[in-house]
């Protein structure tokens, strides 16, 4: 799988920006595809999650109620539209995709990465 992640930019806190997951090389169905992301001298943690058969999603619970992870089948697409965004938020966003039956919440449970996109959040 191929995964080329896109749509990171700068934005002031309370901005909002959509971030894109286009992932090719095969079929997802059996699935999950899942956003993480990377501060500066972080940890890289969790951020959101899809299931493609069953489109489910689950997300952190700093973003939850502010980000928006969906797909679009046809085009193996995902995003994750990002609101109301703090500049807690500034990381490097990575999409990743691995079997949906792993632990969602975890980089290890991932076979597949994207290059990372930034995301900058000023105050």
């Known amino acids: 799988v191929q995964l080329q992640a896109s749509g990171g930019g700068l934005v002031q806190a309370g901005g909002s920006l959509r971030l894109s997951c286009a992932a090719s090389?095969?079929?997802?169905?059996?699935?999950?595809l899942g956003w993480f992301r990377q501060a500066p001298g972080k940890e890289r943690e969790f951020v959101a999650s899809?299931?493609?058969?069953?489109?489910?999603?689950y997300y952190a619970d700093s973003v939850k109620g502010r980000f928006t992870i969906s797909k679009e089948n046809a085009n193996n697409q995902v995003y994750l539209q990002m609101n109301r965004l703090k500049p807690e938020d500034t990381a490097v966003y990575y999409c990743?995709?691995?079997?949906?039956?792993?632990?969602?919440?975890?980089?290890?449970?991932?076979?597949?990465w994207g290059q990372g996109t930034q995301v900058t959040v000023s105050s």
């Open positions: 990743a995709v691995g079997p949906e039956y792993r632990n969602l919440r975890r980089d290890s449970s991932y076979d597949y």
């Open positions: 090389g095969r079929t997802l169905s059996n699935y999950r």
């Open positions: 899809i299931r493609w058969t069953f489109n489910l999603t």
